[in-house]
């Protein structure tokens, strides 16, 4: 599936230094200056460490060099990939399986939980109703203990039809499509527990750092549905963002939600204390996919109209920088330690490694057709890329 790899240094300076070098490895210890050896005896232990802080051992992810490990293929149309950082990784195969796929982090089949629910069991109809979903994105709470997933649409009875990706909230009511559902997973059972109605065709999900809160980009009606995970609950919705909000990523202190609003070319800024909007960063055309650096300074941006990645300065909320990657640049990753990030080129079939903070592109790897969502398994360091015609690949890193 992988045909070359190629290696190109554009000229472009990424500006600022780098981030996310006291990362912890994944054995405790930290990630600076690290090339193996005894930890040292007050090393924090790794189950004490939070998932998204592990890293693998040795050098930092920027210094390494991918290449393919296994093609994972099957009953699968992954639509996104995401990894827990303890040992699982998430695919969602939308309405063509109408399954979520689990892995672990060597690439074997851990489980394949259908998306059928009965509303009844969860207090969300007066009789049974068995309805099938469409997992499009997913996000690890902060301890991975559990999974959240969004459903493009719902299937069944009481549900209208399935969503568009061209669509207004007028219209979408317009035209009887109904709000859809998060299905929560627990991560040792692997099977469904929890399931929220949300608004109409959510595509991002993302998790508070404080694990208070769970947040959908909902893409038919502009706005954001926040749930709370103590009651499992919508408790609010912060509308008017803009046309299709798609990506999200919380800052470290889950004071503020950024979100990019992938039909024009701004990201919003939420304050998720006053539940307000409070800032518009413009970035260029097609925002769609959004990642912080450990620290949270930097936010980087994928472009998908304009194929780039951004990098945003959050102290001034402006762009210091910018990289071109291949054509309609989408899902975007950041390595555990703030030194790489990853970005799936979707008509250009292709996945860049970008160095962080000094130059831009230090591979491209052809993927093969249509690479559409991408992951960082801070316990390998391995990167996973879902292919939408149906396989995904294990990048390892050496």
Same mark, same amino acid.
């Not at 709470?141 to 549900?159: K, R």
């Not at 059972?189 to 959908?216: E, M, N, Q, R, W």
């Not at 831009?360 to 249509?370: A, S």
């Given at each position: +599936? ?47 460490? $939070? ?8 050098? $930092? ?76 994105? %997913? ?20 549900? %209208?039809?399935? %969503? ?97 609003? +992938? %039909? ?135």
């Amino acid at each position: +599936m992988v045909a070359s790899i190629g290696v190109s240094f554009l000229a472009l300076l990424w500006f600022g230094a780098s981030a996310g070098l006291g990362a912890l490895r994944s054995d405790g210890g930290s990630s600076a200056g690290s090339s193996g050896g005894d930890a040292d005896e007050d090393a924090t232990p790794a189950s004490t460490i $939070p998932p998204h802080l592990r890293v693998p051992d040795g050098p $930092p992810a920027a210094e390494r060099t991918l290449s393919l490990a296994q093609t994972i293929s099957g009953e699968i149309s992954p639509k996104s990939v995401v990894a827990s950082n303890t040992g699982l990784v998430f695919a969602q195969n939308m309405m063509y399986n109408h399954t979520v796929t689990v892995y672990s982090s060597d690439g074997e089949l851990a489980a394949t939980i259908p998306d059928q629910v009965d509303l009844a069991d969860y207090g969300l109809a007066d009789a049974s109703t068995v309805v099938q979903g469409a997992p499009v994105e %997913g996000a690890t709470t902060p301890d991975a203990s559990h999974y959240w997933v969004s459903n493009y649409s719902m299937y069944g009875p009481g549900q %209208g039809p399935e %969503g568009a990706d061209e669509c207004t909230p007028e219209r979408s009511v317009a035209s009887g499509y109904t709000n859809s559902y998060l299905y929560r997973i627990d991560t040792d059972s692997l099977a469904i527990d929890a399931v929220t109605a949300v608004g109409i065709v959510p595509k991002y999900v993302a998790t508070t750092p404080d694990g208070a809160y769970v947040l959908a980009s909902n893409w038919c009606t502009w706005d954001l549905s926040i749930v709370s995970t103590e009651t499992n609950e919508l408790v609010a919705t912060i509308p008017n963002l803009g046309r299709y909000p798609r990506g999200i990523v919380v800052s470290p202190d889950s004071r503020f939600a950024y979100v990019s609003i +992938m %039909g024009e070319s701004h990201i919003a800024k939420i304050d998720l204390e006053s539940r307000a909007i409070v800032g518009a960063i413009e970035v260029g055309r097609g925002p769609r996919h959004v990642v912080l650096d450990p620290e949270g300074r930097y936010l980087y941006a994928s472009l998908n109209q304009l194929g780039e990645v951004v990098k945003v300065d959050l102290t001034t909320d402006q762009v210091v920088a910018r990289v071109a990657t291949g054509a309609e640049a989408r899902s975007l990753a950041i390595s555990n330690d703030g030194t790489a990030l990853y970005v799936v080129n979707y008509e250009s079939n292709t996945v860049s490694a970008l160095r962080a903070a000094a130059r831009g592109v230090l591979q491209t790897i052809e993927t093969g057709v249509h690479p559409i969502g991408i992951t960082y398994d801070g316990v390998t360091g391995d990167v996973w890329v879902a292919i939408y015609t149906g396989q995904i690949l294990r990048l390892s890193s050496a």
